[in-house]
């Protein structure tokens, strides 16, 4: 009974935190690009894993949903809000191959 909604803010957020190849590259990471994110629908419908990622800094229940593609292992966390019976987007990053997992946002 939850609908999945893409918010201004989430898009900013991600492209701000994970979208320049520079940053990611230190991190051992792979930039988010406009690609991933037309991603999320397969993402979220046939995920290789599914877990509780924990609590968001505002306290929101938190769900991963992660799945191999050929450039890389995509991260993608949603934040469950109840009182609206939604599904925002937390964080997404990517990861190259072989690097380990993930830490909740």
Known sequence: GYQRIMDNYSIRHIFKEHGNPATENQRGQIAITETDFARIPELTANPDRISHAGKTKQGRETVLYQKKFQDGTVLFFEEVRTGKQ????????????GTSSAAAP
């Open 86 to 97: 939604q599904l925002v987007p937390a964080t997404m990053y990517k990861k190259m191959a």
